[in-house]
């Protein structure tokens, strides 16, 4: 049952049957109270969020402690999703942007911005998480997102001003210094975990986004990393 069901708006009954005009008022404004009730109803029954900015599971923590001690109900959380226990009121859906916010992250709206982070977040899952890509980059997207590559890739573009193939270049190479810098791998394992063919490709690819070369980005040990957020 709707709000509009649960609470009825009674329209005088006074309007001469013949008066056009004013009945024709009636019948719009009904119309428009019953359209803004349906978006209330809709946004009554909402508890499944995309959120922006969520790149690794520390965030996901974060994030759900600071939900629990606003008082809402996580029912699952994980990488660029979250899910509550019960659907929220539009007044606590403003709370909870609120929290959100406050924390760092962003709850998406629109349907082609919460496209674009679920793009990045499987690039993020696929550099971080040692998965292997066993074809193209491009097939693994369309297969999880059930759309053409072509308008995934146009839409990634004009959103973030750069591709998704320069997305993927610059998440590895940030992963890579990341590697470099806990100094538990050789550079042919990192090239090895990042998905190049050769060492010399990784290196070359490398020294190309950094304008260092994987080698002397060791000895210097300078911190050029950049949060992957802000990629």
Same mark, same amino acid.
């Given at each position: 049952?709707?709000?509009? @069901?649960?609470?009825?708006?009674?329209?005088?009954?006074?309007?001469?049957?013949? @008066?056009?005009?004013?009945?024709?008022?009636? @019948?719009?404004?009904?119309?428009?109270?019953?359209?803004?009730?349906?978006?209330?109803?809709?946004?009554?029954?909402?508890?499944?969020?995309?959120?922006?900015?969520?790149?690794?599971?520390?965030?996901?923590?974060?994030?759900?402690?600071?939900?629990?001690?606003?008082?809402?109900?996580?029912?699952?959380?994980?990488?660029?999703?979250?899910? #509550?226990?019960?659907?929220?009121? @539009?007044?606590?859906?403003?709370?909870?942007?609120?929290?959100?916010?406050?924390?760092?992250?962003?709850?998406?709206?629109?349907?082609?911005?919460?496209?674009?982070?679920?793009?990045?977040?499987?690039?993020?899952?696929?550099?971080?998480?040692?998965?292997?890509?066993?074809?193209?980059?491009?097939?693994?997207?369309?297969?999880?997102?059930?759309?053409?590559?072509?308008?995934?890739?146009?839409?990634?573009?004009?959103?973030?001003?750069?591709?998704?193939?320069?997305?993927?270049?610059?998440?590895?190479?940030?992963?890579?210094?990341?590697?470099?810098?806990?100094?538990?791998?050789?550079?042919?394992?990192?090239?090895?975990? #990042?998905?190049?063919?050769?060492?010399?490709?990784?290196?070359?690819?490398?020294?190309?986004?950094?304008?260092?070369?994987?080698?002397?980005?060791?000895?210097?040990?300078?911190?050029?990393?950049?949060?992957?957020?802000?990629?």
């Amino acid at each position: 049952m709707s709000f509009f @069901d649960k609470n009825p708006i009674i329209f005088p009954l006074n309007l001469k049957s013949d @008066d056009n005009q004013s009945q024709k008022f009636y @019948d719009i404004l009904e119309e428009g109270i019953q359209t803004r009730l349906s978006i209330v109803d809709k946004r009554m029954a909402q508890n499944h969020f995309h959120i922006k900015n969520m790149v690794c599971s520390h965030c996901a923590e974060v994030l759900e402690e600071k939900l629990a001690k606003a008082e809402f109900n996580v029912k699952h959380i994980e990488l660029g999703e979250l899910t #509550l226990s019960e659907s929220i009121s @539009d007044l606590e859906y403003q709370r909870l942007m609120n929290v959100v916010q406050k924390n760092g992250f962003e709850i998406i709206n629109d349907q082609g911005s919460k496209t674009v982070e679920q793009i990045k977040q499987l690039i993020i899952q696929l550099v971080r998480t040692n998965k292997e890509l066993t074809g193209k980059l491009s097939d693994y997207l369309s297969q999880n997102l059930n759309k053409e590559y072509q308008h995934l890739s146009r839409l990634f573009s004009n959103v973030e001003g750069k591709s998704i193939e320069r997305y993927f270049i610059l998440q590895k190479v940030e992963r890579a210094k990341e590697l470099i810098v806990y100094g538990e791998h050789t550079l042919t394992e990192i090239a090895y975990e #990042l998905g190049y063919s050769s060492q010399q490709h990784f290196s070359r690819q490398f020294k190309t986004e950094t304008g260092l070369s994987p080698s002397h980005f060791k000895e210097i040990k300078e911190n050029k990393r950049i949060s992957i957020d802000q990629i």
